[in-house]
């Protein structure tokens, strides 16, 4: 016997209560009335909103701040290996000196 229960029973159980309370939304939603008319962005700033947003802009630039130190950090970092590895393949002495100069030819 399976006495596991699929999701559709439960959603039927669920909307079962919830008819029983009087509480089931049998429409659909987008065809609510709006209670306030516009958008969210029209709603006024607070001080509070304002000193949030400020902070929240502090906090943004610093992490810009801090990738930006990381990134040349980095750079630094393969530029000084890339200059030692070239250094390592150079020869001692510069390969002109040891060839004959042109009015010897």
């Known amino acids: 016997m399976n006495t596991e229960k699929s999701v ?12 029983a309370k009087g509480m089931l939304l049998k429409q659909d939603p987008s065809s609510l ?3 306030y008319e516009g958008s969210i962005l029209d709603i006024p700033e607070t001080p509070e909103s304002r000193e949030r947003i400020e902070r929240l802009k502090q ?12 990134q040349r950090a ?27 100069s042109a009015t010897d030819r």
Request: charged share 35%; proline share 7%; hydrophobic share 35%.
């Open 8 to 19: 559709r029973q439960f959603a039927a159980e669920w909307n079962a209560e919830l008819e």
């Open 74 to 100: 980095a750079t630094t970092d393969v530029t000084v290996e890339v200059a030692r590895e070239v250094q390592s393949l150079l020869p001692e002495k510069p390969a002109f000196e040891e060839q004959p």
């Open 59 to 70: 906090q943004i630039a610093e992490l810009e701040r801090e990738k930006q130190e990381q």
């Open 33 to 35: 009335p709006t209670l």
